[in-house]
């Protein structure tokens, strides 16, 4: 079984910085990337970062300069350093993981139950 834990989200005012973490634990073989995505009221789940295992990042454009994903491979930890966070940032934000369960198993998507990220003033 896979887990996987966003802890970091709250209430910032615009301009200001977050620090999301995501710790993914239980059966985790082998971990090939891990993703933030994000879904705002009333639209759908958008990504906004990756990071594979050897530290290949891609971002969304409109989080580009401002967030940055790592990976913590010893601890199956992956953050997102938001800064100059905007009112559109608002949204809950999740964690997924891409990774092989067992040496058997296939490559799946697991996910994580979100945290709450609001911008405002």
């Known amino acids: 079984q896979v887990q996987l834990v966003e802890s970091g989200g709250g209430l910032v005012q615009p301009g200001g910085s977050l620090r999301l973490s995501c710790a993914a634990s239980?059966?985790?073989?082998?971990?090939?990337?891990m993703s933030w995505y994000r879904r705002a009221p009333g639209r759908q789940r958008a990504l906004v970062a990756t990071i594979t295992s050897d530290g290949t990042t891609n971002y969304a454009d409109s989080v580009k300069g401002r967030f940055t994903i790592s990976i913590y491979n010893a601890n199956n930890t992956a953050c997102l350093q938001m800064n100059s966070l905007k009112p559109e940032d608002a949204a809950v934000y999740y964690c997924s993981a891409f990774l092989r369960a067992t040496p058997e198993g296939i490559p799946l998507d697991y996910w994580g139950k979100g945290t709450q990220v609001t911008v405002s003033s």
């Open positions: 239980g059966s985790t073989f082998s971990i090939y990337s």
